[in-house]
């Protein structure tokens, strides 16, 4: 079965700092990969995925993502995070069933300190 | 602004109690799956719909029940409520089923709380 692991339960990181959020996966087949992003209370937003093609994928609000098959990894990153960014983000694979049943990491909370 | 939405936002509810959650989808998608967050945790996957009829299930109990409309809105309902059914449950809506090269659109989700 899949899984999805991110080591890291909360990290905290000074404005304007780089940031990096890892996430390993754990499955058979080519994965569909997804990093997803959570503000308090708030239900889930897309910041980016890979489905194939150049292992390095763009996001929004300046967020990256480089997949790596050889380390099973999909780790984030922004070079310089805002205040805003302050938030739970989640890594996520999609099984390949023919549908979109996603699993996902159990978060990484990220505190940005002034 | 995803177009998913949820009701209700906030519900409290009663161990024994049957409580019916409800999701629009967002417009032109034809899936949705449900998921059940914890406090502290990720998402975990519940069921899917597609063309109303369930289309995969996680590994909840059979009083984890839905529906799929012909607007391709969705219910979950949950009976027999018990304290640990205590979380968020989201709801995702994605433009098909049986493809993998889509995305779910996440609803703000509705927060549980068995009392």
């Known amino acids: 079965a899949q899984s999805v692991t991110q080591p890291d339960i909360h990290i905290t990181v000074s404005e304007g700092a780089s940031l990096e959020l890892r996430c390993n996966y754990s499955?058979?087949?080519?994965?569909?990969l997804f990093w997803y992003v959570q503000s308090p209370g708030q239900g889930l937003q897309l910041l980016l995925k890979?489905?194939?093609?150049?292992?390095l994928v763009q996001g929004i609000k300046g967020f990256e993502a480089e997949f790596k098959r050889s380390q099973s990894s999909f780790n984030l990153r922004k070079p310089s995070v805002h205040w805003s960014d302050a938030a739970e983000y989640f890594c996520?694979?999609?099984?390949?069933?023919?549908?979109?049943?996603?699993?996902f990491g159990t978060g990484t909370r990220l505190t940005i300190i002034p | 602004e995803t177009g998913v939405t949820q009701s209700p936002t906030h519900l409290i509810k009663t161990r024994g109690q049957q409580v019916t959650l409800r999701c629009s989808s967002q417009s032109g998608h034809n899936t949705v799956s449900w998921y059940q967050q914890a406090l502290g945790q990720g998402p975990q996957f519940i069921f899917q719909?597609?063309?109303?009829?369930?289309?995969g299930r996680g590994n909840f109990p059979p009083r984890f029940s839905g529906l799929q409309f012909p607007n391709y809105s969705s219910e979950l309902n949950v009976n027999a409520l018990e304290l640990d059914d205590s979380a968020l449950y989201l709801c995702?809506?994605?433009?098909?089923?049986?493809?993998?090269?889509?995305?779910?659109?996440f609803g703000q989700g509705t927060r549980l709380t068995v009392v």
């Open positions: 890979y489905f194939s093609g150049d292992t």
């Open positions: 995702a809506s994605s433009p098909s089923g049986g493809e993998t090269d889509t995305e779910a659109f």
């Open positions: 996520a694979v999609v099984t390949l069933f023919g549908n979109e049943k996603l699993t």
């Open positions: 499955y058979g087949a080519t994965p569909y």
């Open positions: 719909y597609y063309r109303e009829e369930e289309n």
